[in-house]
């Protein structure tokens, strides 16, 4: 399934990545984010909402190794962020489509409105479609219910494609295998 995931994901100018561990998967995260020039300044730095990937790191250290990761999600910063860095429950093989909870707010500001989305995933959240990932989830318990298909892309009445108009125009997708979590 990952790789009808990855074709189809790419496809939709997504850029796609595997990891074995939460270590390997840290060190890609942190060399992208210095080969793309984050840095503590506006449209320069990275919001990372809190997630399971990030249970067991010491975040403060990682702050120390990259000027300009922050910890503290808010509207404010995220409107000024180049960097979103989420965790993701699902994904979707037959589309190339993430789905999360997003009922935490945080995770919907770092997801929609930095530049860039690196979207983490369990690698054993990867479902085949829809209709499996709807017996995953319950009314009850998931107030919103947030689906992403590559980078924000919109066209006119004239059909000029634009990317990153309404959302980010870079979605970054790493999965993990030792992350666990949905099944």
């Known amino acids: 399934m990952y790789d009808q995931f990855k074709t189809r994901a790419e496809g939709v100018s997504a850029e796609v990545h595997r990891f074995d561990t939460k270590n390997v998967a840290l060190d890609f995260i942190h060399r992208f984010l210095k080969e793309e020039g984050i840095a503590d300044s506006e449209n320069a730095y990275a919001l990372w909402a809190d997630c399971p990937f990030l249970e067991g790191i010491d975040r403060k250290a990682l702050q120390n190794e990259t000027a300009g990761l922050k910890f503290e999600v808010s509207r404010e910063l995220a409107d000024k962020a180049r960097f979103g860095i989420s965790q993701m429950q699902w994904a979707l093989a037959d589309t190339g489509t993430l789905a999360q909870d997003s009922s935490a707010i945080e995770q919907r500001l770092v997801s929609s409105l930095p530049t860039i989305h690196i979207a983490l995933v369990p690698t054993s959240g990867l479902l085949p479609d829809m209709p499996t990932l709807l017996t995953k989830t319950n009314p009850n318990d998931c107030g919103y219910l947030a689906m992403i298909t590559g980078p924000s892309r919109t066209a006119d009445i ?11 125009d870079r979605l970054i997708i790493v999965f993990v295998d030792e992350l666990g979590g949905a099944s």
């Open 158 to 168: 004239e059909r000029v494609l634009t990317i990153g108009v309404h959302g980010p």
